[in-house]
């Protein structure tokens, strides 16, 4: 059973940051491709960053390039999504996702994060 469970949502001030953690399990996670989206309200989900296996292949968004970083920890099944300067349109509900080898694609539950201003 695939399972993607985010964490590290919640309420910040603007220009504070955001530290997102996925783990994964129910699969080889060393050979999934990740990648964080977000969706904000009335808005489509879109993609923020993406990282290629044994990290490489890493692509950030315009609106997350130069404050934002995303990493995996593969003996941890972990990915992490770590955003600075946060602004109040950052403001969307953050979800992981995973795209394995065959090419099946499986998607955390999300966790909010909600910027102040």
């Known amino acids: 059973q695939v399972q993607l469970v985010e964490s590290g949502g919640g309420l910040v001030q603007a220009g504070g940051s955001l530290r997102l953690s996925c783990v994964a399990s129910g699969f080889i996670f060393s050979r999934a491709a990740m990648s964080w989206y977000r969706q904000a309200p009335g808005e489509e989900r879109e993609l923020v960053a993406s990282?290629?296996?044994?990290?490489?292949?890493?692509w950030y968004s315009d609106s997350a390039k130069g404050r934002s970083t995303i990493s995996r920890d593969d003996a941890k099944n972990t990915v992490l999504f770590q955003m600075n300067s946060l602004k109040p349109e950052d403001t969307a509900v953050y979800y992981c996702?995973?795209?394995?080898?065959?090419?099946?694609?499986?998607w955390g539950q999300g966790t909010q994060v909600t910027v102040s201003s």
């Open positions: 996702k995973a795209i394995t080898r065959n090419q099946s694609e499986y």
């Open positions: 990282i290629g296996t044994r990290g490489g292949g890493k």
